[in-house]
């Protein structure tokens, strides 16, 4: 359970593996244990002899549960996906927001809620890792060359005003 909890905090690129070992323990441990409780709750009709059981029982909900939460939280339906600054900024349509930062194999993932008021997003945190931004966004767009090609962003602001030489999260189309 602790493994798979910190696979969604940080990238591990050998979580795999151990979800495959623990997996195949798991499946052995269970397999024998349950057996063996039943028999000897038969034998002695003594509910203590079930405790093994009623733990590896507790043990495999809280996993799927846990596993279900992220998966949701993961899957569920993004309102604004930008890059910038080393963070890649997931906001969710559901007020949530996912914040990866760091490089491939090594990514911390940061949780949490945002609210947006009028033209203004406001996160619940304003550091990641050690990356210290504002935590407010504003969205809009600048334009890049002489043709009035545009690209659109999201403009740190402080107090509704924008941070002038701010970093810009740009947007993913």
Known sequence: MFILYK??????????????????????????????????????????????????????????????????????????????????????ENGNYIIRSGSWGGR????????KKDSIIKLDKNKFANIKISGEFKLGKIYIDKENKSEKVLFQTNRNEIIENAELFFIDK
């Open 7 to 92: 696979s969604y905090q940080v990238d591990n690129i050998f979580a795999v593996f151990f979800y495959i070992i623990l997996g195949i323990l798991e499946i052995i441990l269970v397999s024998k244990v349950i057996p063996e409780n039943f028999a000897e709750f038969k034998a002695n009709k003594n509910a203590k002899s079930l405790i093994p059981t009623f733990v590896a029982v507790f043990t495999i909900f809280s996993i799927l549960g846990l596993y279900i939460y992220y998966e949701n939280l993961e899957k569920s339906k993004t309102f604004i996906h930008a890059v910038g600054n080393g963070l890649i900024i997931d906001l969710k």
């Open 108 to 115: 911390i993932q940061h949780y949490g809620s945002y609210i």
